[in-house]
């Protein structure tokens, strides 16, 4: 009856093992089928730029100023040359975060093809709080430039878009894409010539002086702080978490270095 019981109890411990067994190669396998995106990096940056009332809020607030800011900077103008408002588009008057969730979903990078492929389609929304500020500028007589680094191929699809979401000036002499560079000095200097530009507005801040494009030193840091007073005046700066000189800057300046080594250098960064 002893060897019995010795037995059942030997059995019991074997089944439990297996068992056991069985748990830990069932969790296993879920763990290795786990598929992650190449871009899983941008993921929250996405989720936070499409759901986060955060986000609107953002977007609102900034126009809500720049309204104010089209009055007070045209009553202390400086010259008698008529007023402008230069503009970024991407991730200032139209988003393209559906662009980046398609980076995620197919684990592929930016690339100028995708890109293209992108703006052609024409599907970008304008962002909150966007067209009612630029109609807001018409109707202060105010002229409002795009002053973008989409590519001149992209201009007709690109004019096509911001007609459709409502916005206006949108015309080839208000459109002013990348050529050669992508630093905006010369088209912003275009624009000076015949314009005094009382606002600008963008996600970059490349998108209001061309010393904002220096960040080797203290990421850009130094410079943003030296010119504080003109941010909130004549410079607004929208969220744009998902993208831009911002990332290269954590990348030293190399955009061409493995995946691995731009994991690492984000992870470096962080305090």
């Known amino acids: 009856m002893k ?46 730029y499409q759901q986060s009332a955060e986000m609107k ?10 309204k104010r800011l089209i009055d007070e900077n045209k009553a202390k103008a400086t010259t008698d040359l008529p007023k402008a408002v230069v503009v970024d588009v991407d991730e200032t008057m139209l ?18 093809e995708n890109w293209k492929e992108w703006t052609d389609q024409m599907k970008a929304k304008a962002l909150p709080g966007a067209v009612e500020f ?15 680094n989409r590519k001149i191929n992209e201009v007709e699809s690109s004019i096509q878009n911001l007609k459709a979401e409502g916005f206006p000036f949108v015309d080839e002499a208000h459109i002013l894409f990348k050529d050669q560079t992508s630093d905006k000095t010369e088209r912003r200097a275009k624009v000076s010539e015949n314009y005094e530009i009382i606002l600008l507005i963008g996600d ?32 607004l700066i929208l969220p744009n978490p998902m993208y831009g000189a911002w990332e290269k800057a954590v990348y ?12 690492e250098l984000r992870k470096k960064v962080l305090y």
């Open 204 to 235: 970059n801040l490349g998108d209001f002086d061309e010393m904002f494009n220096e960040r080797t030193e203290n990421k850009g840091f130094d410079i943003v702080h030296n010119r504080k007073d003109e941010f909130g005046s004549k410079f």
């Open 134 to 148: 630029a109609k807001y500028a018409e109707e202060k007589g105010v002229e409002v430039f795009y002053i973008s």
């Open 252 to 263: 030293n300046g190399d955009y061409s270095i493995s995946d691995k080594e731009k994991d």
């Open 95 to 112: 988003d393209n975060s559906p662009f980046e969730v398609e980076r995620i979903r197919t684990g592929t990078a930016y690339t100028s």
């Open 57 to 66: 809020a953002c977007y609102y607030q900034t126009f809500n100023l720049a």
């Open 3 to 48: 060897k019995i019981s010795i037995l059942l109890v030997l059995f019991s411990l074997v089944l439990f093992s297996c068992n056991t067994t069985t748990v830990d190669e069932k969790v296993l396998t879920d763990n290795d089928s786990l598929s992650v995106s190449k871009m899983e990096h941008i993921v929250m940056s996405v989720v936070w």
